[in-house]
């Protein structure tokens, strides 16, 4: 699987875009690109994927450049609810294995 | 339904002491997964299971075990605690595993080996 790169920590305020950079620049043809986040000491949670269109879901739109080697995601009104930190995965569709970085701990604040 | 329930919550072993982490899915998924996350890290993948009677190893699978005899119930076993094994597990469960598919998550077990 692909490996992506993310900033380690973002800061957002609170009613604004919160926007989430990936880079997966060696992602190939048959690889998603899946979010998920973990809210302090609380189990991962499934945000959105995708593979080369843009998405969009009631959490969140993620944004997938035409090359494919770069991706974001965005919260379109980020609360204080959504600190938290987010995993950008690049996922082959043949495979169920998940891997994980140490994505981006984004804090929203106040 | 539930989802992906995990026991216990937290946990304090000594050294060389086994225990059992359990894990329940009432979501009818065949595919059923532990992770292990260390402080300030991702998730690794330690076993994973595509259906009752079926284990396979992920990425750290050293020191544990795990069988599958039902849909519902993938327990970890630990038969040699060691401090290395610090860590909070994860349970996971997903339906069919294939690439667009979406892993559901408990809520971790906080283990500390003394």
């Known amino acids: 699987d692909a490996k992506t790169t993310q900033p380690p920590s973002m800061d957002c305020a609170e009613g604004r875009a919160a926007n989430l950079p990936c880079n997966h620049s060696?992602?190939?043809?048959?690889?998603?690109v899946y979010w998920y986040r973990q809210i302090h000491s609380q189990g991962p949670q499934y945000i959105i994927h995708g593979l080369k269109n843009n998405e969009t879901n009631e959490m969140a739109s993620l944004i997938i450049t035409e090359d494919r080697k770069s991706s974001t995601l965005i919260l379109p009104h980020a609360t204080l609810r959504d600190t938290a930190v987010y995993y950008c995965i690049v996922r082959s569709g043949a495979t169920n294995k998940l891997i994980f970085g140490t994505g981006t701990l984004l804090a929203v604040q106040p | 339904n539930a989802g992906v329930t995990q026991t216990p919550k937290f946990r304090i072993l000594k050294i060389g002491q086994s225990m059992t982490l359990q894990c329940t899915q009432d979501?009818?998924?065949?595919?059923m997964y532990w992770y292990r996350q260390d402080p300030g890290m991702g998730l690794k993948l330690i076993y994973y299971s595509v259906g009752a009677g079926i284990t396979d190893k992920g990425e750290v699978p050293n020191g544990y075990n795990v069988s599958r005899s039902t849909t519902e119930d993938f327990p970890l076993r630990l038969e040699l605690a060691a401090p290395s094994q610090t860590s909070v597990y994860f349970c996971?469960?997903?339906?069919?595993?294939?690439?667009?598919?979406?892993?559901?998550f408990g809520p971790g077990t906080r283990l500390t080996v003394l």
């Open positions: 979501m009818n998924h065949n595919y």
């Open positions: 996971a469960s997903s339906f069919t595993g294939g690439g667009t598919d979406t892993q559901y």
């Open positions: 060696t992602i190939s043809g048959n690889e998603y």
